[in-house]
């Protein structure tokens, strides 16, 4: 039996996906081998990847200026690439904090230029996003960075900043293809795997032609954003194998019908498990409501003296990795694409029984 896996990340995976990489494991197509045997340069893989690209162009219509780059690095690494890259000889660049994440972004930031903080929800103790009237944009700066779903926290933007002709950068990681979005809006979107795209290895880049650029100097040679365009996401081996869990992941997207249905599915789930720990005077909740994100849930018990017991008992029942994040405590359900329906049904129906019992 498959368990219910509420993991941040890396986190569930389409059993349809796991299921056909199971059956192509150790003879890919006829060939004899698995995909992470294979060349990368041969012609198989290249098809793998080029079909990989093809279905994401699809899956967000991205338009013709933007190009795709699958990065070895994980998300963090963009957080030293976007300045190394993106400065173009500015000094100075635009970053929103909204939590954890973003936070991790701005500190690293700091490494390679002045940032200023346009706009902070750190007062608020990250339970809501800094409305935009209150966000102080430097227009000289070389870029704006912000987080639109902080995994930790629990909050979820679900609308864009106006910034401008300055580029907008947005790390997207946590809730990626589980909406559409007017990628035209951004500069550039990056991503890390481990949540809607497929396993851990992976992040994946969208940027607008003419932010590629030949980068700061002393920039190591794969973190150049350029370089990587003009070498097709290969300046060195890819992590093949990963490429070509996400093409089939992208490829079950669009089997169930798009990003359409993954945006009405998050809401259709977000909103079941919402509603029941609003209902309840036994959960608690910290973000206000109009910011609070459809994949990642933190919440807490009244009392915590039952954590234990809790995460014990949902084992039993084989739902999975509801611990909250180390910095936050608690809980979280994280419940991206792959989660099924019926996945927060169980955990609704838990929760509940759990309150009957114990509250
Ligand atoms: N950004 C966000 C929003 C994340 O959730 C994470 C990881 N959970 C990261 C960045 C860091 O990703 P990685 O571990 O792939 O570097």
């Known amino acids: 039996m498959r368990a219910y896996n509420f993991s941040a990340g890396p986190a569930t995976l389409p059993t349809e996906v796991l299921t056909q990489v199971q059956e192509e494991l150790l003879d890919w197509r006829g060939k004899g081998v698995s995909v992470m045997e294979l060349s990368h340069r041969g012609p198989e893989f290249m098809e793998i990847l080029a079909t990989a690209e093809r279905d994401l162009r699809a899956l967000l219509a991205i338009p013709d200026h933007y190009r795709v780059i699958f990065c070895q690095e994980g998300a963090s690494a963009h957080w030293d690439m976007i300045p190394l890259n993106l400065l173009q000889g500015r000094s100075r660049a635009d970053y929103i904090e909204t939590g954890y994440w973003s936070y991790r972004a701005i500190e690293e930031g700091r490494r390679y230029c002045q940032v200023n903080i346009a706009a902070s929800n750190r007062r608020d103790k990250f339970c809501a996003l800094p409305s935009f009237e209150e966000w102080r944009l430097d227009p000289g700066a070389a870029y704006v960075h912000y987080c639109s779903n ?33 990628v035209e809006r951004f500069g550039m979107i990056y991503a890390g795997a481990q949540k809607n795209i497929g396993p851990a290895g992976l992040s994946l880049v969208i940027i607008r032609d003419d932010l590629l650029r030949t980068p700061a100097p002393g920039t190591p040679f794969l973190m150049d954003y350029h370089a990587q365009v003009l070498a097709n996401s290969m ?21 169930q019908g798009g990003l359409e249905v993954m945006d009405r599915q998050a809401q259709q789930k977000s909103e079941l498990l919402y509603t029941t720990l609003d209902r309840s005077g036994f959960y608690r909740t910290t973000v206000k409501p109009a910011d609070r994100s459809r994949m990642n849930i933190p919440f807490h018990l009244l009392d915590p003296v ?48 759990f309150e009957r019992h114990y509250g």
């Open 306 to 353: 039952l954590d234990e017991v809790f995460l014990r008992e949902a084992e039993s029942r084989h739902l999975l990795q509801l611990r909250g994040h180390r910095m936050s405590g608690g809980f979280r359900a994280s419940i991206y694409n792959a989660m099924p329906v019926a996945g927060v049904h169980a955990l609704v129906d838990f929760l509940e029984e």
């Open 235 to 255: 300046l060195n081996t890819p992590p093949t194998f990963t490429i070509w869990v996400a093409g089939l992941v992208f490829q079950w997207i669009k089997r």
């Open 150 to 182: 902080e995994t930790i926290d629990g909050l979820e933007f679900n609308w864009i900043p106006d910034v401008g002709k300055v580029p907008l950068v947005v790390d997207m990681s946590s809730h990626f293809l589980s909406r559409s979005v007017p």
